[in-house]
C-alpha cells in the first residue's frame, strides 16, 4: 500500500491519499463525469489501508462544489468507514467538513452527511 494522488482539474478535485498517518485528502470542485469511475481508486485505497489496521483514518473534504452523482460516492466512502469502525471499535474515524463562510449549502451538506452516518463531522469554517 502506498500513497495515492490525483491532480486537480476544471472538473475533479485534488486527492491526496497518504499511508503515513492514515490521511484522505479530497480538495475542490467535484464534477467528473463518471464520478463512479473517479472515485474507484479512493474507495479501493480505503478497502485496502483498513487491512494495515490503522488507530486513526482522517478524512479531510474541502468541496465548495460536488453534484448529485459525486454524492452518492462519497455516501460509499461514509458507509466504507462505518463498516472499519463496526468491525474495529478502537480505530477513531476523523471527518472533516470544510466551508467557506457564507457557503450555507456546504454547510448544510456538511450536516445532513452527519445525520445519515454513523461517523462524527467537524464542521469547519475555512
Known amino acids: 500500500m502506498s500513497d495515492f494522488k490525483i491532480e486537480q482539474t476544471k472538473l475533479t478535485p485534488r486527492v491526496a491519499l497518504l499511508k503515513d498517518g492514515c ?6 470542485e467535484c464534477l467528473p463525469e463518471d464520478a463512479r469511475a473517479f472515485f ?14 490503522p488507530p486513526k483514518i482522517t478524512l479531510n473534504l474541502d468541496l ?6 459525486s454524492s452518492k460516492q462519497l455516501m460509499k ?3 466504507l468507514l ?15 467538513w470544510y466551508y467557506l463562510e457564507g457557503d ?23
Open 40 to 53: 474507484k481508486p479512493i474507495l479501493e485505497w480505503t478497502e485496502q489501508i483498513k487491512s494495515d489496521s
Open 82 to 96: 462505518e463498516d472499519y469502525k463496526e468491525e474495529n471499535e478502537a480505530v477513531a474515524i476523523e471527518v472533516n
Open 64 to 69: 465548495p462544489y460536488f453534484n448529485s452523482s
Open 104 to 126: 450555507v449549502l456546504i454547510f448544510e451538506k456538511g450536516e445532513e452527511f452527519d445525520e445519515l452516518t454513523e461517523l462524527r463531522f467537524n464542521i469547519i469554517k475555512s
Open 23 to 28: 490521511e484522505i485528502n479530497i480538495k475542490g
Open 77 to 79: 466512502l461514509f458507509y
